[in-house]
C-alpha cells in the first residue's frame, strides 16, 4: 500500500521552501514597512499611508515609474526587434560554425554588466568616443551630453540584455517545423508572406516570452541606470537604493518597492494573457 | 589485484596521496573561499586611492604590532555601511566601522546598534579634540578631520574666491564655464555641506534652505556632471571635464598632489568641518581587537603617518612635530580647531531626507 506524501509535492517542496524564505518573507516584511511610519530616518511602530500618499502626489516619483516602465518597453521591443532576426539566423542557418555563432551570441553575457555598461560611458559621456567621432565628421558643432539620460539607460540595457531576448525566441524558433515553410512557399506564399503569416503566429509565445523576460530585468536594473542615468536621472530601482542606503528611509524605499512590484505583476499578467491568446489564435 | 599489489578493496599508496592531496586542497580552496578565521579583524573604510593609503598608514603597522590578520572591506560610503549595520542588527560582518560620518554616528547612537566607547576601552579618546567629543554621541571617536574647500581647474579658471563663484558660476566665468561645473546628490555630505553655504550666500542657513535651491536651480544649466560619492567625481578631474567643484580637503590635497593641474581654496565665507569617526557594531565579533585598533588610529606614530598621506588633519592637538607644509594646511592646534565651523548635526538628521528631495526635483 502506497502513503504518505504524494512525489510531486515533495519534488516542489525544496524550490518552495527556498522561495518562501527568500523571496516571499522579506517581501512579506518590505511589505509591513511600507505601511509603517519613518520619523528622523528611524522606522516607528505607527501604522500610516503617509509613504504611499506621498510617493503617488509627488510629479517626481510619477516620473521615476513612467520613465522606469517606458525604459522596460522599449528596451523589451528593441531586443526583440534585433533579436529576432539574429535568432532566426542562428537556427536555421546550416553553416558548421552554427555553434560557434551562438557562442559569440551568447558572449555577452559572460561579462559583467558593469563592464559592459563601462563600455557604453566610455562612447556615450561628454568627452567619449561618439562625441569625438560626430565632431571629426563635422556633424555636430559642439559636444553633446548623450549622458546621463534615459536614452542611455535605454542604449545599455538594451545590450545587456540582447541575448536573453535571443535565446527565448531560439527556443520557440527551434520548435517550428521548417516544413511548415516549404509546404506554405509551395501553395503560393512569397517569403515575406510565408514569415509573417506562418513563422511570427508560431513564434508568438516565444516573442512574448523574451519581452516579459527582457521587460521584467529592465524594469528592476540597478547598476546600468545608476552609472548612465547618474542620480539626477533615476529609475525605480535607483531611487529604491536612494530611499534605502543612501537616506536611510525605509519605509518609503519599500512602498516604491510594493508599488514597482505590483505594477510589474500586473503588466507581466497582462502580456502573458495577450501572449498565450496570440498564440492560441 | 592490481600492479601495485592491492586487492580492490584497499587503497595503494598512489591514490592514497592523490585523495589525501585532493582533500587538502579541497580543504584549503574552502577556507579560502570562506574567507575570514573568526580570529581576524575586519576593518570597514574606504576603496580607491584611500584604500592603500590606509592599509600602508595605519593597517599593516597594526598588523605588525598585534600579530593580527586584518581584513579590509572597502565596500561601500558611509551611509551604505551603517545601512549594513541597520539591517545586520548590529553585526555587518565587520568588528570596525572606520568611515563613518556624523549623521550615521548620531543615528546608531539613537537606534542603540554601536557600542558605546569610553577611556576604558580607548584609552587615547582623551587625546582627541575636546570640541569633537562633545559634538559626537559617546558611540565614536574622532580620529581625522577634513573640510569642505573649493577645488578648481588652474588652466581654465581664475582663483575663485567666494562659494558664490561656485553657485553662480556664469556670473564669475561666463559662458566659457557651461558643462564644467559638477553637482552631488546630497546623500552625499559634501552636497549637503555646499547647500547650507549656498543657503548662506542668500541669508539663509541649515534652518532656510530657500535661497540654496533658489541657487540650485540658476546653476542647473551649467552643470556638466552629477554624482554622488566624492570617488565618482575623480575621473572627471583627470580628464579635465570638470573645472569647478566643492570638494573634500583631503582628496582634494591627494589629487593635487599627484599633479592634476587644480588648486584649492579656501572660501572667504569659511568651511565647514567633517569628523571622520571611527565606531564598533554591537554584534562585531572582535570588539577587543577593535577596541585596539581605534585606539591605534589615535597614537601620534600612526596620526602622522596617515594624515601626511591623506592630507587631513589630526584628531587630537598634541602632536607639535609636524611638518612647516603640513602646519600651514591643516588644522593642528587647539586654537584652530575652536574656530572650526561644525555642521548643525541635529539639523542635518531632521532635514536631510527632505533636501535631497527637494535637490531630486529641482535636478531630475
Known amino acids: 500500500m502506497r502513503s504518505g506524501v504524494p512525489a510531486h509535492w515533495l519534488l516542489i517542496a525544496l524550490p518552495a521552501t527556498v522561495l518562501l524564505a527568500f523571496f516571499v518573507l522579506p517581501n512579506a516584511l518590505l511589505l509591513s514597512a511600507s505601511f509603517l511610519k519613518s520619523e528622523a530616518q528611524q522606522l516607528t511602530a505607527e501604522p500610516t499611508l503617509d509613504n504611499y500618499r506621498f510617493l503617488f502626489t509627488r510629479p517626481l516619483y510619477l516620473e521615476v515609474f513612467l520613465r522606469t516602465f517606458a525604459v522596460g518597453i522599449a528596451v523589451g521591443l ?76 535605454i542604449i545599455g ?23 511548415l515553410e516549404s509546404a506554405a512557399m ?47 536621472t533615476q529609475v525605480a530601482a535607483t531611487a529604491i537604493y536612494n530611499f534605502i542606503i543612501q537616506l536611510l528611509d525605509w519605509s518609503l524605499g519599500a512602498a516604491l518597492a510594493v508599488i514597482l512590484i505590483v505594477c510589474s505583476l500586473l503588466l507581466l499578467y497582462a502580456a502573458a494573457r495577450l501572449g498565450a491568446r496570440r498564440a492560441a489564435l | 589485484m592490481n600492479g601495485d599489489h592491492t ?20 580543504g584549503l580552496g574552502v577556507r579560502d573561499v570562506w574567507g575570514q578565521r573568526t580570529d581576524d579583524l575586519v576593518v570597514n573604510s574606504f576603496g580607491g586611492e584611500y584604500q592603500e593609503l590606509f592599509e600602508k598608514a595605519v593597517i599593516q603597522p597594526f598588523e605588525k604590532k598585534f600579530g593580527v590578520k586584518v581584513i579590509h572591506d572597502t565596500t561601500g560610503t558611509s551611509s551604505q555601511d551603517y545601512a549594513k549595520i541597520r539591517a545586520s542588527k548590529g553585526a555587518p560582518g565587520f568588528d570596525v566601522a572606520a568611515a563613518l560620518s556624523p549623521p550615521e554616528v548620531i543615528l546608531g547612537a539613537k537606534e542603540g546598534l554601536l557600542e558605546k566607547i569610553t577611556e576604558a576601552e580607548v584609552p587615547n579618546i582623551k587625546f582627541t579634540w575636546d570640541k569633537a ?23 581654465k579658471l581664475d582663483k575663485p574666491v567666494s562659494w558664490a563663484d561656485y553657485w553662480q558660476p556664469d556670473k564669475r566665468y561666463g559662458a566659457k564655464v557651461k558643462g564644467h561645473v559638477i553637482n552631488y546628490n546630497p546623500a552625499n555630505l559634501l552636497s549637503v555641506y555646499a547647500l547650507i553655504h549656498a543657503a548662506e550666500l542668500g541669508g539663509g542657513g541649515a534652518s532656510n534652505m530657500e535661497p540654496a535651491w533658489a541657487l540650485l536651480k540658476s546653476q542647473k544649466p551649467w552643470v556638466g556632471v552629477v554624482v554622488t560619492t566624492s570617488a565618482e567625481a575623480a575621473p572627471h578631474f583627470e580628464s579635465g571635464e570638470v573645472w569647478i567643484s566643492p570638494y573634500w580637503s583631503a582628496r582634494a590635497g591627494y589629487y593635487i598632489s599627484r599633479g592634476i ?23 562585531a565579533k572582535n570588539k577587543k581587537l577593535a577596541y585596539e585598533f581605534i585606539n591605534f588610529m589615535l597614537e601620534p606614530a600612526t596620526q602622522r603617518a596617515w594624515c601626511q598621506a591623506y592630507f587631513c588633519s589630526p584628531g ?49
Open chain 2, 7 to 26: 586487492t580492490d578493496n584497499e587503497l595503494s599508496r598512489r591514490a592514497f596521496l592523490q585523495r589525501a592531496s585532493a582533500a587538502a586542497v579541497l
Open chain 1, 186 to 232: 509551395s501553395l503560393g506564399a512569397n517569403r515575406t508572406r510565408t514569415f509573417f503569416h506562418v513563422v511570427m503566429p508560431l513564434c508568438l509565445p516565444g516573442i512574448a516570452g523574451g519581452f516579459i523576460l527582457v521587460f521584467s530585468i529592465a524594469i528592476s536594473a540597478y547598476a546600468t541606470p545608476a552609472i548612465l542615468g547618474g542620480p539626477a
Open chain 2, 261 to 283: 593641474p587644480y588648486g584649492m581654496v579656501v572660501p572667504k565665507e569659511g568651511v565647514i568641518a567633517n569628523i571622520d569617526s571611527a565606531s564598533v557594531p554591537i554584534g
Open chain 2, 316 to 364: 587630537r592637538g598634541d602632536i607639535t612635530d609636524w611638518p612647516k607644509a603640513f602646519v600651514e594646511s591643516q588644522i593642528v592646534t587647539t586654537q584652530q580647531f575652536e574656530s572650526v565651523k561644525l555642521p548643525d548635526l541635529d539639523a542635518i538628521g531632521v532635514n536631510r531626507k527632505d533636501w535631497t528631495l527637494r535637490w531630486q526635483e529641482v535636478m531630475g
Open chain 2, 133 to 155: 567629543r562633545k559634538a559626537l554621541p559617546p558611540v565614536a571617536v574622532m580620529h581625522t578631520l577634513q573640510f569642505d574647500s573649493l577645488l578648481y581647474n588652474k588652466d
Open chain 1, 78 to 153: 528593441i531586443d526583440i526587434v534585433l533579436g529576432f532576426p539574429l535568432a532566426y539566423f542562428l537556427v536555421r542557418s546550416r553553416s558548421r560554425f552554427k555553434g560557434l555563432l551562438i557562442a559569440l551570441s551568447l558572449a555577452p553575457l559572460l561579462a559583467s554588466v558593469v563592464v559592459r555598461t563601462y563600455g557604453w560611458y566610455i562612447i556615450l559621456n561628454r568627452f567619449g568616443f561618439a562625441n569625438d567621432v560626430l565632431l571629426n565628421l563635422g556633424v555636430i558643432g559642439e559636444r553633446i551630453p548623450f549622458m546621463p539620460s534615459t536614452g542611455a539607460i
Open chain 1, 157 to 179: 540595457l538594451a545590450h545587456a540584455l540582447l541575448p536573453y531576448a535571443v535565446l527565448t525566441i531560439m527556443g520557440s524558433l527551434n520548435g517550428v517545423n521548417p516544413n
